[in-house]
C-alpha cells in the first residue's frame, strides 16, 4: 500500500479510472440489451450480477497476471501467420458479439406480438452465461490496458472497482434510456457490432485505435440526440396547432 503516498499512482489511478469507465460503456450497453429479455423483476438484479461478475473477471486476471501476459505466447501458425490464446479470446468474442447484436437488431426490426415477446425472454441464467462470456473479452482487454498503464496491482484492482461501481450507478439509467428511444437502443447495437469488428480485427493482428470507435460513436450519439429534441419539438407543435381552434 506504499503507492498510496505517490502522486504519481494517484494521478495513475484517476486517469485509469477514467479510462476503465470509457472501457466499460460498450459492457454497460451489451448487459442492458441482454437484460431486457428478461421479466422487469429481474431486470436489475442480472444487470447488477453482470457488473459485478466483470468486476470479478477483472480482479482475477489482475492477480494472474503471468497467466495473461502468457496469452500472448504463439500457440499455432496458420499461412504465416502467429496465433495466440489472446488472439483466439478476441476472435471468438468477436464473433459472439456481432452474431448476438445481429440477433438483437432482428429481433427489435420484426413486428412482435405478445406472444413472439414473451417466446423471446430468456431465463436468468441463460443471460447470465452470455454476459460471462463477453465478460471475459471486455476485461482481457481492460486489464491488458489497466498493465500498460499502472505499475502497482493495488492501483488497478482500485481503478476496476471505481469504475465498476460508477458503471453499476448508471448501468439501470443507461438501460432505460436506451430501452425507451427505439434509434438509440439500434445505435447501440450497431455500435456493438463495431466493436466486434473490431476484436476480430485485433485478433487477426490489424489493429484499430479504439479512440477511432469511440469517436465515432459518440459524434453519431450526438447527432441523434439532435435528431430526438427535433422530433420532440415537432410534437410539440403539432399538439398545440391541434388545440388552437381555427
Known amino acids: 500500500m506504499e503507492w498510496i503516498s505517490t502522486p504519481e499512482a494517484w494521478i495513475a489511478l484517476l486517469t485509469l479510472t477514467a479510462l476503465e469507465i470509457v472501457l466499460g460503456i460498450d459492457n454497460i450497453i451489451f448487459i442492458s440489451i441482454l437484460v431486457d429479455r428478461l421479466p422487469d423483476h429481474q431486470q436489475k438484479k442480472a444487470r447488477l450480477i453482470g457488473l459485478g461478475l466483470a468486476m470479478i473477471m477483472r480482479i482475477l486476471l489482475l492477480l494472474s497476471l503471468g497467466w495473461v ?9 496458420v499461412v ?3 496465433v495466440s490464446g489472446r488472439d483466439l479470446i478476441l476472435l471468438g468474442g468477436g464473433l459472439f458479439l456481432i452474431w448476438k447484436s445481429t440477433q438483437e437488431i432482428h429481433h427489435s426490426l420484426a413486428e412482435e406480438t405478445e406472444e413472439t415477446q414473451q417466446s423471446s425472454q430468456s431465463t436468468m441464467g441463460a443471460i447470465l452465461v452470455q ?5 471475459i473479452v471486455f476485461s482481457l482487454d481492460s486489464v491488458i490496458t489497466a498493465v500498460g498503464m499502472a505499475d502497482e496491482v493495488g492501483v488497478m484492482i482500485t481503478a476496476i472497482i471505481i469504475a465498476v461501481g460508477v458503471m453499476m450507478f448508471c448501468a439501470q439509467a443507461i438501460g432505460e434510456f436506451v430501452e425507451n428511444n427505439p434509434t438509440i437502443k439500434m445505435l447501440a447495437l450497431s455500435f456493438l457490432i463495431l466493436v466486434g469488428t473490431a476484436l476480430l480485427g485485433e485478433g487477426m493482428h490489424f489493429h484499430i485505435p479504439k479512440g477511432y470507435i469511440y469517436f465515432a460513436m459518440a459524434f453519431a450519439v450526438v447527432v441523434e440526440m439532435l435528431n430526438l429534441k427535433l422530433r420532440k419539438n415537432k410534437a410539440e407543435t403539432l399538439k398545440l396547432n391541434r388545440k388552437t381552434p381555427d
Open 69 to 77: 501476459m502468457g496469452l500472448k505466447d504463439t500457440l499455432f501458425t
Open 131 to 135: 454476459i460471462a462470456l463477453l465478460d
Open 80 to 82: 504465416s501467420h502467429e
